[in-house]
């Protein structure tokens, strides 16, 4: 299993800043990935964060809006720029450790006003 | 590309009684299926899995979920649902990456 802690676990935000989110987890994974889930809805995988090169992004998805930082094994971070209300979400990350078996962290509730 | 589709958005069930949450899958290989259940305000959380192997799969919490490949079908189960299991429930099919259904919101009453 991992542990997965993410910062922060909630923030309000004004239009127009950017905010970034933290996700650590406790031993060194290949596979991390960030999604984003509406209220009550699915979630909806953001991008791939790849160590050591750029994040593959999902479709409709832009590494201008939501740039994603992998410095190692343990670490990513994904930033909301330049938000609008519709960025209000729950952004949550994810690794895959063993036989495609994901853990998530606790996510970060984002309310843009 | 894979895709999962959970046809109830809601499931209610009287406590004590077997409850059961669909899930349908397509997948171009062999899937890799996963349940996991979401508790207000928390992040997702690992019931269980098909790799390969029996096609009754038993996981967390008193869980388990039938695989059928002729039906294209990964179902949820539970003998006696309790008032705790309720919770939102997403199935996932993993190929390239994890693809989420839509989700199924149990409650289960007293």
């Known amino acids: 299993s991992a542990v997965i802690s993410q910062k922060p676990s909630r923030d309000i935000c004004q239009r127009g800043t950017s905010l970034t989110i933290q996700c650590q987890v406790d031993?060194?994974?290949?596979?991390m990935f960030w999604y984003r889930q509406q209220p009550g809805q699915s979630l909806t995988l953001i991008a791939t964060?790849?160590?050591?090169?750029?994040?593959?992004?999902e479709s409709g998805f832009v590494i201008d809006k939501f740039p994603i930082s992998r410095p190692n094994l343990t670490f990513s971070t994904l930033t909301v720029s330049n938000m609008s209300p519709e960025d209000s979400s729950i952004y949550l990350c994810?690794?895959?450790?063993?036989?495609?078996?994901?853990?998530f962290g606790q996510g970060t509730r984002l309310t843009v006003v | 590309a894979q895709s999962v589709a959970q046809p109830e958005d809601q499931v209610n069930v009287a406590e004590g009684n077997p409850l059961t949450v669909k899930c349908t899958y397509s997948?171009?290989?062999?899937?890799?299926l996963f349940w996991y259940v979401q508790y207000p305000n928390r992040g997702l959380q690992f019931l269980l899995k098909?790799?390969?192997?029996?096609?009754l799969v038993k996981g967390s919490y008193g869980f388990e979920a039938e695989f059928n490949k002729s039906q294209t079908s990964f179902h949820l189960k539970k003998p006696s649902a309790l008032v705790s299991d309720s919770a939102l429930y997403f199935c996932?099919?993993?190929?390239?990456?994890?693809?989420f259904g839509a989700g199924t919101r149990l409650t289960v009453k007293p």
């Open positions: 098909y790799i390969t192997g029996d096609n």
């Open positions: 996932a099919v993993r190929d390239l990456d994890m693809r």
């Open positions: 031993s060194q994974v290949t596979m």
């Open positions: 964060a790849n160590q050591g090169s750029e994040a593959t992004y």
């Open positions: 994810s690794v895959e450790i063993g036989i495609a078996e994901a853990f």
């Open positions: 997948v171009s290989g062999n899937p890799y």
